[in-house]
Antibody, heavy 123, light 106 residues
Framework: QITLKESGPTLVKPTQTLTLTCTFSGFSLRTSEVGVGWIRQPPGKALECLALIYWDDDKHYSPSLKSRLTITKDTSKNQVVLTMTNMDPVDTATYYC???????????????WGQGTLVTVSS | SYELTQPPSVSVSPGQTASITCSGDKLGDKYACWYQQKPGQSPLLVIYRDSKRPSGIPERFSGSNSGNTATLTISGTQAIDEADYYCQTWDSSTVVFGGGTKLTVL
């Protein structure tokens, strides 16, 4: 049974750095083709994928946010950490982590999601 | 950058068929999936690989993808299907979500 849970601050000030942790169970990031992604959703708006990290430590970032994001993994702790620098009120959103499932057909998708954590950026 | 376009809203009467479209350049050459999101909940995968249903998703949910358009179809729509629906694909390793469609069952 796969579960994921996000943790981190609920309130950050503008210009601060946000650090979020995704703690998961039921799978290992040592397993080939496994990945974990961070997706955010501003209130009332659409989903946006921020970053993905894979079993082989390959990483992909949203082109528009790449300069502000860092994603890392700790396989011994079953955790994935996302840092986002220079936070702004427009970054207020619910942040989700999700398990990426890959199929040999070449398709993949997010099949398990955490409950999400609302981060508010305000002074 | 690659974009996916969805209608902001779709309305359907209970028991009727709802179709939600997702448009992107040569989307049919890629794989698409669909997520359902109800208020206050995390997204739920309802269709993957264009037309496959995950375990536990009712048969009334189906999908197709051809040309520039992927379509999520809900047959015999029920009140519990009222939700936001998002399509998703990827382009050059970048994950792309559509803007979402609010399905109203009235």
């Amino acid at each position: 049974q796969i579960t994921l849970k996000e943790s981190g601050p609920t309130l950050v000030k503008p210009t601060q750095t946000l650090t979020l942790t995704c703690t998961f169970s039921g799978f290992s990031l040592r397993t080939s083709e496994v990945g974990v992604g961070w997706i955010r959703q501003p209130p009332g708006k659409a989903l946006e994928c921020l970053a993905l990290i894979y079993w082989d430590d390959d990483k992909h970032y949203s082109p528009s946010l790449k300069s502000r994001l860092t994603i890392t993994k700790d396989t011994s702790k079953n955790q994935v950490v996302l840092t986002m620098t220079n936070m702004d009120p427009v970054d207020t959103a619910t942040y989700y982590c999700a398990h990426r499932n890959y199929e040999s057909s070449g398709t993949w998708y997010f099949d398990y999601w955490g409950q999400g954590t609302l981060v508010t950026v305000s002074s | 950058s690659y974009e996916l376009t969805q209608p902001p809203s779709v309305s359907v009467s209970p028991g009727q068929t709802a179709s939600i479209t997702c448009s992107g350049d040569k989307l049919g050459d890629k794989y698409a999936c669909w997520y359902q999101q109800k208020p206050g909940q995390s997204p739920l995968l309802v269709i993957y690989r264009d037309s496959k249903r995950p375990s536990g998703i009712p048969e009334r949910f189906s999908g197709s993808n051809s040309g520039n358009t992927a379509t999520l179809t809900i047959s015999g729509t029920q009140a519990i299907d009222e939700a936001d629906y998002y399509c998703q694909t990827w382009d050059s390793s970048t994950v792309v979500f559509g803007g979402g469609t609010k399905l109203t069952v009235l």
